[in-house]
């Protein structure tokens, strides 16, 4: 069965044909960071006008690199929420166009189930029960996965996403946007020498983030760190900032997730959304966990439509198919 899923719910118009929910045909990804980079951050209404002229040409790249005609495709999935209103839509809307045109069954997918379905893409057997870590420029969330499709909420961020506290930090410290993959390379060339708060958030799954970030505000504004490059003091570095806020939030994440996993009695970890990209929270969670740990390649953490092509592909098995009613809801909840 080959299903071709659309992706348009942030700053990335992604298409992608996949073929039983394991084997990719095509994933084509059009990245709008160039553009949103100039304001600092994304800009919805240019995310709308960018994805409207990005999709049909995405969706033709991607059906071109899989060989495939319509005649090929089995069903349309698209991500219906969370995400931006006017970004979704284009997506949406697409979607059922095609579906209604070549009379296609349509799938709209939850983008953070999306993020999950992503670890079937990586050729390792899943066991449930399992516990997945997503986190994403909008969610930090602990998720207990009994089964395709059965989720338990047990934790999340209390205020700002990882993701989003990569971004703020990023932008605090001057190191332009999107601020996960800089926050990352400058890390690799400081030390984690500031002493920043971990809040623990004892007795609860949940996290907050927004502490460590105001702490290395209060910091920069104070002139307690060095923000030039070229000079050379006593204080710590850009570099060393980013270390040091990079090693906070990781420590926190792994620590919680570990401990939660034991008590769960889980079989495995799965990693997923675009900050599970970061080259150290990848090997902290490996290093640290006596349970196997899945993570998907790089460029499945981050935003794309195979992993909503994959995700349809089980809901369609489960009989879960959308009516051409369906909408894009922007607050969708997983559970
Ligand atoms: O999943 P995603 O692509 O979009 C959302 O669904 O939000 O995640 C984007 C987030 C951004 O906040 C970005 O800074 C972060 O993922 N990110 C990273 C890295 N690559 C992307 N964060 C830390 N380290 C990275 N290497
Ligand atoms: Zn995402």
Known sequence: MKILGI??????TAASVVEDGTKILSNKIASQIEIHARYGGVVPEVASRQHMLAIIPIIEQAMAEAKCGWQDIDAIAVTKGPGLAG???????????IAIAQKLPLIGVNHLEGHIYANWLTGNAIYFPVLCLIVSGGHSDLVLMKGHGEYILLGRTRDDASGEAFDKVARILGLGYPGGPLIQKAAENGTATIRLPHSWMEGTNDFSFSGIKTALLRMTEGGKINLDDN???????????????????????????????????????????????????????IDNSPLPVLIPPFILCTDNAAMIATCAYYRY?????????MDAIPNLKLA
Request: glycine share 8%; net charge positive; aromatic share 2%.
């Open 7 to 12: 992706e348009s719910s942030c700053d990335e």
């Open 87 to 97: 970004a979704l839509l284009v997506g949406v809307n697409t979607a059922k166009a």
């Open 231 to 285: 000079l050379k003091n006593d204080l710590p570095s850009r570099s060393d900032a980013a270390a040091s806020f990079q090693k906070a939030v990781i420590d926190v994440l792994v620590t919680k997730t570990i401990s939660l996993a034991k008590e769960q009695g889980v079989n495995q970890i799965l990693l997923a959304g675009g900050v599970a990209a970061n080259k150290v929270l990848r090997q902290s969670l």
């Open 317 to 325: 098995k489960a009989g879960k198919i959308d009516g051409l009613d």
